[in-house]
């Protein structure tokens, strides 16, 4: 069993930068691999990136390849989403969740309650 808390979203002007962090509970955090996803009104969940259990491998959707970074840190049993050059088109709930690290929302396990992305233009 693994639960996970986001934290680290909130409103933020274009151009700007946020990090995500989703803690995990559990002593098998780093047997997953750990994926975030976001979901805006109206709209079906959408990948944004995922890595690997070990952290060597990392996977981003092209709509925020170059923008966006996830890394882990399985000694903190956290994972992480740095958003630089945020847009308006950002804004959603961003949900992290453990699985395997793939765009997918049907190979992940678990899930957080997600927190909220807000991009001002």
């Known amino acids: 069993q693994v639960q996970l808390v986001e934290s680290g979203g909130g409103l933020v002007q274009a151009g700007g930068s946020l990090r995500l962090s989703c803690a995990a509970s559990g002593r098998t955090f780093r047997s997953y691999g750990m994926g975030w996803f976001r979901q805006a009104p109206g709209k079906e969940r959408e990948f944004v990136a995922a890595i690997s259990w070990s952290g060597g491998s990392t996977y981003a959707a092209e709509s925020v390849k170059g923008r966006f970074a996830i890394s882990r840190d399985n000694a903190k049993n956290t994972v992480y989403l740095q958003m630089n050059s945020l847009k308006p088109e950002d804004t959603a709930v961003y949900y992290c969740?453990?699985?395997?690290?793939?765009?997918?929302?049907?190979?992940?396990?678990?899930w957080g309650q997600g927190t909220q992305v807000t991009v001002s233009s």
């Open positions: 969740a453990a699985g395997e690290a793939l765009p997918h929302p049907s190979a992940y396990e678990y």
